[in-house]
C-alpha cells in the first residue's frame, strides 16, 4: 500500500486544519493507519491511529481532545482534523500503515512499516 498524506501549511496558534491521507491499492482497507510526527531534531511521535474499521481510535497525549483521526475506506482516505492548534504541533506530518493489524492501534512509531511522504505543520504563536 502507498500512502501520500497533503494539506499541511501554516496556521495561527489556535486555529485549524485537517490533514488528508490518500493510499493507493485495494488492500488499504485491510490495515491500522496512523498518523506520526517529526519535528526538527526530534524523534518520530505517534500521534494518533485508527483499526481498519475505525471502530478502534488512540492519541497521544499532547492532542487527545484537540485532534479527531478518522477514515473512508471507500475513497482510501484518513483524516486527521486538528484543532486548537499549538506552536508545539509544528512538524513534518506523516500518514503510515500498519500491516501486521487491523483491529488494534499501535503507538510505536516503528510498528508501522508503510510510510507515506509528510507534509509540513507550521504553528505560529
Known amino acids: 500500500v502507498q500512502l501520500q498524506a497533503y494539506g499541511g501549511g501554516l496556521v495561527q496558534a489556535g486555529g485549524s486544519l485537517r490533514l488528508s491521507c490518500a493510499a493507493s491499492g485495494r488492500t488499504f482497507s485491510r490495515y491500522a493507519v496512523g498518523w506520526i510526527r517529526q519535528a526538527p531534531g526530534k524523534e518520530r511521535e505517534f500521534v494518533a491511529g485508527?483499526?481498519?474499521?475505525?471502530?478502534?481510535?488512540m492519541y497521544a497525549d499532547s492532542v487527545k481532545g484537540r485532534f479527531t483521526i478518522s477514515r473512508d475506506n471507500a475513497r482510501n482516505m484518513v483524516y486527521l482534523q486538528m484543532n486548537s492548534l499549538k506552536p508545539e504541533d509544528t512538524a513534518i506530518y506523516f500518514c503510515?500503515?500498519?500491516?501486521?493489524?487491523?483491529?488494534?492501534?499501535?503507538?510505536?512509531?516503528?510498528?508501522?512499516?508503510?510510510w507515506g511522504q509528510g507534509t509540513q505543520l507550521t504553528v505560529s504563536s
Open positions: 485508527i483499526s481498519w474499521s475505525g471502530s478502534t481510535t
Open positions: 503510515a500503515a500498519d500491516t501486521d493489524r487491523r483491529a488494534s492501534v499501535s503507538s510505536l512509531p516503528w510498528e508501522y512499516d508503510s
